[in-house]
């Protein structure tokens, strides 16, 4: 739970994620996307990017079948569906393993220091490509 004061009152929130890779069989004429396909804690900040991510691959798979939706709506659908999920559980998964990183990061004793690795690393390749733009330029 995360917990945080706003004058004498005191509110504690659950966070909620759903289990890293959770898939599910297709079913036609149904899907999911953004949270309720794939809610993961804040913790990557990622979530709206996997939901629009989520959103252009749907509408991607409809609009290159869109030729057959007269002959076969139902199939058209379907195979449409099937291709965007492929796309979805393998995309949220690997967010979602970020995700849950971080919150294990972030609430274990020695999640500063996990911080403190990460923000050095990403330093240390912005440096890197600064001094190789410099030398080309």
């Not at 030729?67 to 199939?75: A, H, I, T, V």
């Amino acid at each position: 739970e995360i917990t945080w004061v706003t004058g004498v009152q005191t509110f504690a929130l659950p966070i909620y994620m759903l289990p890293v890779g959770l898939t599910w069989e297709p079913h036609p004429g149904v899907t999911l996307l953004g949270d309720a396909a794939h809610l993961m804690t804040p913790f990557a900040g990622v979530g709206v990017n996997v939901a629009l991510a989520d959103a252009l691959d749907l509408a991607r798979a409809l609009l290159k079948r869109k030729g057959d939706f007269e002959s076969d709506l139902q199939g058209t659908i379907g195979d449409a569906t099937k291709e965007y999920e492929g796309l979805m559980f393998e995309r949220s998964k690997e967010n979602m393993e970020k995700t849950f990183t971080g919150l294990q990061n972030h609430f274990s004793a020695d999640g500063i220091d996990h911080r403190v690795k990460r923000i050095r690393a990403r330093a240390k390749q912005i440096e890197e490509r600064v001094r190789a733009t410099q030398q080309s330029g």
